[in-house]
Every structure is written in C-alpha cells, then in structure tokens.
C-alpha cells in the first residue's frame, strides 16, 4: 500500500484558451495531518489560475519531494465506443496522442470551442456521442458524459481542455507519477499518484465555510484523499468491486476514484 505525504485535489475548467485566468480553476493541498488550505498561483501571476499554469505548478511539485496523491475532476479517457468507432488500439497513451493530434487544446488562443467549430485542430474527426457513457459514469450514477456538452454540470469541455495537460503531464513526469488506474491499480512505493475524481460524491460531507462552489470542490477533494488515505481506506476504492470483463474495460475508460 503506498504511502503519500501530500494530498491535492483540483477543481477543473475548460473555459476560454490555457493561458486565460480563470475562476473555475481551484487548487487545494493538504500536508501531512494538515487541513486542506487553497494554493493560489505564484505570486506576481494573475489573480486566479490558467490551465497552463497549473500544469507547471504540478511539474515542479510532483517532479521532487514526497509522494502526493493528486485528484483531478475531469475525465480522463474515453467510451470503449470511441476506441471501437476509430480503431484505436486499447493503449492509453496512443490514445492521448491521437486525441491531442484533433484537439490540441493545450496551445495557446485554442480553446475547445474553437476546435468544435472547425476553426483549430480536426475535432469533427474525433466527435463523440453523447449518448455514449463510460462504465465509470454509469456505476457512479449522475456523472454525465464526457461529450454532453453545453448542459449545466457537464465534465465535456474541461475533459476535452484537460487532456493534452495529463499528456504534458506524462511527458515531463514519467516514472515518477502513476496515472490510475491506466498505469495499472496498484502504485509502486514511493510514487505519486494522479486519479480523476467526481466531487459530487463528497461534496455534502464537510460545510462549504464559506468557499465558493469550485473552491469547496476543490476542498471537498483534497479532504477525501486526505481522510480515506489516513484511515486505511484507499486501497478499497484503488480496487474497486469490478468483474474482469469490468476491470477491463476500465482498464481502457478509466475510473473515478471513490467509485466502489
């Protein structure tokens, strides 16, 4: 069971391009025994996070010191359907390749909405249903799916803008992050850990105190880690209760950690 000394949870947006200050991008780390306290971007910065920003922000803290386990609410793959419809093998980091190769969301003055329009990129080569639901979202119950777009609550447009940041991610990383549960449910000692979450699941358990919706998402996140991680839970929900033919479907789509 590894063991993890940080514990950040981020509150995801995929508005407007990477390089824009965004309210809706929320940063929560807690140390140790530590509670939960807001990261704000680095000084002399602009008053809230970019996408960009963030991804460096997690480079530097995950490239040297103690392991952290580090929750993401967007999406992180795709509907087995999305594999099947454009023949791509079952193999997570070829499909963050040829996704970003459609939607490059992660240059700067893109911007999901630019790709959807055809103005930037070849998104209409990679469109998915919205319909379509990952076995993930299903078992959790309200999670929407990653390509209902423009609907209230919808994970569409931050997952489709968070993408190519978890390859920049893996990129600059490598073995030092183990992105779950693509890199296998069981992380090696030592190592920090990157998983999507769904803060919905936990959102009634801790008072709001006064933070804004995003920023108790962000709270919300950091404190589940925290808590489940220091009561001995955590290796519960890194093996959630999954048929092999489930296990392997996940093991293509993804899984929300907190999902048994």
Known sequence: MPTFLRFIGIDYSGARTPTDSLPGLRVYLAEGDAPPAEVRPPSGARKHWTRRGIAEWLVEQLRDGPPALVGIDHGFSFPLQYFQKYALPPDWPIFLDDFHRHWPTDED???????????????????????????????????????????????????????????????????????????????????????????????SQWPNDGRTPDQHDAYVVTAWLQHTARDGALDTFLHPALSPEERAIAEIEGWILGVK
Not at 129 to 143: P, Q
């Open 109 to 203: 003055a893109t911007s999901v909405d630019f790709v959807r329009e055809g103005r930037i990129g070849n998104g209409a080569a990679r469109m998915g249903d919205r319909r379509w639901r990952r076995l993930c979202e299903i078992r959790a119950g309200a999670a929407k799916s990653v390509f209902l777009f423009d609907v209230q609550g919808s994970v569409a447009k931050s997952t489709h803008a968070g993408l190519p940041w978890l390859r920049h991610l893996r990129q600059q990383l490598g073995a030092r992050v183990h992105f779950w549960p693509f890199d296998g449910w069981d992380a090696p000692p030592g190592r920090s850990l990157i998983a999507e979450v769904y803060p919905s699941l936990w959102r």
